[in-house]
């Protein structure tokens, strides 16, 4: 018998699993392991509300958590309730798949004011994430700066800009459909420090935001390039780069606008009184296409500050590390003997949740010819008796059934759900409720 335990819950540790499933069929336990008591990861708290196509994937995690094979074991914190060195005892592989749950820091003066903050933060907290719940954004208005060019900023602009009943369906969570809901903002601004031709947004996400019932994208015409440099571009960048080419057209006002700012990079934020101001400053492309200042400057004013910019995986003690790269030092995966790295931890934060597909069966592979027929570990049982010994309270796919039994009871009329927010609310539902 092979035994595995995989850290992190969301698309890499599920299609890990379902990997290493597929290669060694009733010869291996999976155990995933998660902090929080609830499952699914950036599915669940990362991945905009709105986009409930996305999120229904995780019926297919649903699928291989049922397995035999594998077991979900929830509210279990590496690093507290066990260490990465006892996992690698325990077990004959150790894939970690934390995800990149950190922001990127933004680096300039003012980054860390009241009213700024980063996607991560506030993305969990529409998504009802524990540790964001309580963000509380500044959406007093009149402007919001959304700062970054890829689909996380136009995730952040389109939620700024929905209207309540824009979120029919979706899951946010009502604390935020509440904040939301008559906000005081009429300005979005988005600001890419490059061109139109270097947004990392795709079509799809940057055609949505031009069907929102009070919102309006704006491009200036100036910003634009040659329309026949389009060519050069590939047919995904292009459909995107003809979409920002509408935007540049007038069209009806509405309350509020999106504001596509090219060429501009923020250098400082700084606040009087409850206002912030970012101060930005013009680019130009050099050769390599990289945004240089040329050295003019203006101000936007904002309530909020959303850095969208990227994300680290946070480092886990003991585990090799490289710091440039923000996230774990890996050959292909591999990190050490039985460790290895899956997702966002091996590759940065890049891709769609799909990409992690491909991801996971790569590991499986690696785990397969590194590790044999496996080498008579304890794995789960020696875990059960770790962490009962540490009186930690793991909760398993079952007492998540539950909790998501009580969140569905929950929910407003028409959505999915009201996901609890607090790990003690969690973990009493699954209490509360037959497991
Ligand atoms: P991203 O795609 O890497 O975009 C990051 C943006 O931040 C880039 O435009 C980058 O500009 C800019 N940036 C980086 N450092 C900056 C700085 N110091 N100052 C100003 N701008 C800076 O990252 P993301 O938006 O966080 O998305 C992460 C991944 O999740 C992506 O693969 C994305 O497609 C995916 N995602 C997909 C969906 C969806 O499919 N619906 C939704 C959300 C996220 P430069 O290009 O100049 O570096």
């Not at 009962?388 to 028409?414: K, P």
Request: glycine share 12%; proline share 7%; net charge negative.
């Amino acid at each position: 018998m092979r035994h595995v335990a995989v850290i992190g819950s969301g698309p890499a540790g599920y299609y890990t699993a379902e990997a290493c499933g597929k290669q060694f069929g009733a010869d291996v336990r999976i155990d995933i392991l998660d902090r929080l008591p609830v499952p699914y990861g950036l599915i669940r708290t990362g991945v905009a509300p709105d986009h409930q196509s996305i999120k229904s994937v995780s019926r297919r995690y649903e699928a291989t958590a049922l397995t035999d094979s594998v077991r979900f074991c929830g509210n279990v914190t590496l690093g507290q309730d066990v260490a990465v060195a006892e996992l690698l005892d325990l077990y004959d592989a150790v894939v970690l798949a934390t995800g990149a749950p950190a922001d990127r820091p933004l680096g300039i003066p003012g980054h860390d004011l009241p009213g700024v903050v980063g996607s991560a933060a506030f993305v969990g907290w529409y998504n009802g994430h524990p540790d964001h719940a309580d963000l509380s954004p500044a959406l007093s208005g009149p402007g919001a700066v959304v700062i970054g060019a890829g689909n996380v900023a136009l995730d952040v602009a389109r939620i700024l800009a929905k209207s309540t009943d824009e979120f029919a369906g979706s899951d946010i969570v009502g604390h935020a459909l509440e904040a939301l809901d008559g906000h005081g903002i009429d300005r979005v601004t988005i600001l890419a420090r490059r061109g139109p031709n270097e947004i990392a947004m795709t079509p799809k996400e940057l055609g949505e935001i031009a069907h929102l019932s009070r919102a309006v994208p704006r491009v200036d015409p100036a910003d634009l390039p040659p329309i026949e440099a389009d060519a050069a571009l590939d047919p995904g960048q292009r459909k995107a780069v003809a979409l920002l080419r509408s935007f540049s057209v007038p069209s009806a006002e509405q309350s509020i606008t999106i504001d596509f700012d090219f060429f501009a990079a923020p250098v400082a934020i700084e606040r009087a009184g409850d206002a912030l101001s970012v101060v930005i400053e013009r680019t130009r492309l050099d050769d390599h296409g990289r945004a240089i200042g040329t050295g003019e400057t203006y101000a936007i004013p904002a309530s909020l500050v959303v850095s969208c910019i990227g994300y680290r995986t946070p480092p886990i003690e003991g585990v090799p590390y490289d710091e440039a790269l923000g996230r774990f030092a890996n050959n292909d995966g591999r990190i050490a003997p039985g460790l290895y790295a899956v997702g966002w931890a091996r590759r940065g934060p890049t891709g769609t949740i799909g990409t992690n597909r491909p991801d996971g069966f790569l590991i499986a592979e690696h785990i397969a010819a590194d590790i044999g027929q496996g080498s008579g570990k304890a794995g789960r049982d020696g875990l059960d008796s770790l962490l009962a010994s540490r009186g930690v309270d793991l909760v398993t796919f079952q007492g998540w059934q539950a909790i998501e039994r009580a969140e569905v009871a929950n929910a407003r009329l028409g959505a999915p759900r009201e996901k609890f927010t607090r790990v003690d609310a969690m973990l009493a539902a699954r209490t509360d409720l037959p497991g």
